[in-house]
């Protein structure tokens, strides 16, 4: 068996693990489908409420769910190592303890549900497309360099944001009134993909060179994103050259690239690899 085959196969056998991992998480973490964790502790048995920020939420929720991917990568014959610096690439490294030329890239992401557009979610930056995403050897901003992983994913939460008592984040509540404290957040949807799997061709924020994902959850659950047919090494090609690939523009003369139907026209593809996106249906609201 080549050394291609060999990491293809433990790549298959690690994106079942994950998604079996990710769809358990939910009973670790919840009760009623509520987040377990309701505030800051002090020595003095105070409880400070969590802020409705949406960084603050995305911190603990990593740090609520380390611990559980520690079991999940010793169970299953992983060390794994954080990224050691903040702003590096990806979250959480995965290397086979049998075979340490094999690793995988998990980044954890997290966003909410949009109440107005039932079904669709704001959506996550999935990486830069940037210095260590073009050069596959770099070690810019990233643990180890791209092509040393043998998969890339997403590792995904989504919530629903709870409506919370005006003023409960000026609140100081006692241990013994934990019970009464609102969770900031309930109805997680835990999913693993791919990060090409749930990628759009549009940035996820705004000038920043990072990749943005689709945002319907059903499309998101099933890995349905834009590249879903093109396949990853057509993500791989467009999001390299993002920005920077002269294309025409609809009114003469030339652009950048900056969208997947371009990409297409440009490179002489099938328009049946084009994956057609559903607008966002804004709610009725009723008195």
């Known amino acids: 068996m080549t050394s291609q085959s060999v990491a293809m196969q433990a790549k298959s056998k690690f994106s079942m693990l994950l998604g079996d991992f990710a769809s358990s998480l939910k009973e670790h973490i919840t009760i009623n489908d509520k987040w377990t964790i309701k505030g800051f502790i002090d020595i003095y048995k105070n409880i400070y409420?969590?802020?409705?920020?949406?960084?603050?939420?995305?911190?603990?929720?990593?740090l609520h769910l380390f611990p559980h991917f520690l079991t999940f990568a010793e169970s299953n014959g992983y060390e794994i190592e954080l990224s050691?610096?903040?702003?590096?690439?990806?979250?959480?490294?995965?290397?086979?303890?049998?075979?340490?030329?094999i690793k995988f890239a998990v980044d954890i992401k997290t966003t909410y549900q949009l109440i107005d557009y039932p079904?669709?979610?704001?959506?996550f930056t999935l990486g830069?497309?940037?210095e260590y995403f073009i050069n596959r050897n770099s070690a810019k901003n990233i643990?180890?360099?791209?092509?040393?992983?043998?998969?890339?994913?997403?590792?995904?939460?989504?919530?629903?944001?709870?409506?919370l008592p005006?003023?409960?984040?000026?609140?100081?509540?006692?241990?013994?009134?934990?019970?009464?404290?609102?969770?900031?957040?309930?109805?997680?949807?835990?999913?693993?993909?791919?990060?090409?799997?749930?990628?759009?061709?549009k940035r996820?924020?705004?000038?920043?060179?990072?990749?943005?994902?689709?945002?319907?959850?059903?499309?998101?659950?099933?890995?349905?994103g834009v590249f879903s047919k093109a396949g990853e090494e057509i993500f791989d090609d467009y999001w390299i050259n993002y920005g920077k690939l002269q294309?025409?523009?609809k009114n003469g003369g030339y652009k950048s690239l900056s969208s997947i139907d371009e990409y297409i026209t440009y490179r002489n593809l099938s328009p049946d690899l084009i994956v057609a996106r559903p607008g966002k249906r804004k709610a009725l609201k009723h008195e």
């Open 49 to 62: 409420p969590i802020s409705t920020d949406t960084k603050v939420i995305s911190k603990l929720l990593e």
């Open 84 to 101: 050691s610096h903040q702003n590096y690439y990806p979250d959480l490294t995965f290397i086979t303890k049998a075979d340490n030329t």
């Open 119 to 123: 079904g669709f979610c704001n959506g």
């Open 128 to 130: 830069s497309h940037g």
């Open 143 to 163: 643990q180890y360099s791209y092509n040393q992983y043998s998969g890339h994913y997403c590792f995904g939460i989504i919530y629903t944001r709870t409506k």
């Open 166 to 201: 005006e003023n409960i984040d000026l609140r100081l509540y006692s241990i013994d009134e934990l019970e009464s404290i609102p969770s900031v957040i309930s109805d997680f949807v835990f999913f693993a993909a791919e990060k090409w799997q749930i990628a759009s061709d």
């Open 204 to 224: 996820g924020s705004g000038n920043t060179a990072n990749i943005g994902s689709i945002q319907r959850i059903e499309d998101i659950l099933k890995g349905e």
């Open 247 to 249: 294309v025409a523009a």
